[in-house]
């Protein structure tokens, strides 16, 4: 299909080990965006990014996490160190538009990080 | 106070009736609303947006705004099995979407 694809979908590691998540948006998007999503709760937002600009990254937890999109399609979401509380989905989004636009946004699968 | 706010549930109906999901949000300059559906273990689903006042039908799903009270609802007429799942309202701030915590909907053969 031609949805939001994600991988791995699921990913173990230890705790202190660095993790890279990877999402490969609609093709055409412009804006996509990386979320994190615990048990039971709304996703929360983590980083924005235009085309290949990190427009928002207010909602990264510390800085051990990064995000990156180079080229404006694929985007990485790193994160060095991991600790136990990093453990959850992380979920990737797309949409047609950039600022002043309403498009909605559409998810893929998620990964589902869990740190032993 | 939580920027976007619904109750967990569950909600509970049985099949056929009408589902009421109801979210409350504490921006007043929020002009954008959107409501996910999210089976377990799976990611959210956009079902409706809704931009202006009033009522937005597609389907069997009806959205409602009132900018004036910051609510916004979904309700599911002739509810299925298949409706069961956790229902996400989003509140649009600047580009990301603010969720709140989901209502999670049961409906019962």
């Known amino acids: 299909g031609a949805g939001v694809s994600q991988s791995p979908r699921y990913k173990v590691a230890k705790r202190g080990q660095d993790v890279a998540l990877r999402c490969d948006p609609i093709s055409g998007h412009v804006s996509l965006f990386w979320y994190q999503q615990a048990l039971g709760q709304g996703p929360e937002f983590l980083t924005y990014?235009?085309?290949?600009?990190?427009?928002?990254k207010s909602g990264l937890p510390s800085d051990r996490f990064f995000a990156e999109r180079p080229e404006g399609s694929v985007s990485t979401l790193k994160i060095q160190r991991t600790q136990q509380e990093d453990s959850a989905v992380y979920l990737c989004a797309s949409s047609l538009v950039g600022a002043g636009g309403d498009q909605p946004q559409h998810f893929g699968d998620g990964t589902r990080l869990s740190i032993l | 106070q939580k920027e976007v706010e619904q109750n967990s549930g569950p909600l509970s109906v049985p099949e056929g009736a009408i589902a009421s999901l109801n979210c409350t949000y504490s921006?007043?300059?929020?002009?954008?609303f959107f409501w996910y559906r999210q089976y377990s273990g799976k990611s959210p689903e956009l079902i409706m947006f809704?931009?202006?006042?009033g009522d937005k039908e597609d389907g069997r799903f009806t959205a409602q705004l009132n900018k004036a009270s910051q609510y916004v609802s979904l309700l599911i007429r002739d509810s299925q099995p298949s409706d069961s799942a956790t229902y996400l309202c989003a509140v649009k701030s600047f580009q990301k979407l603010v969720f709140g915590t989901g209502t999670r909907l049961l409906v019962s053969p």
């Open positions: 921006d007043r300059g929020s002009q954008s």
């Open positions: 809704i931009y202006s006042n």
């Open positions: 990014f235009q085309n290949e600009a990190q427009l928002d």
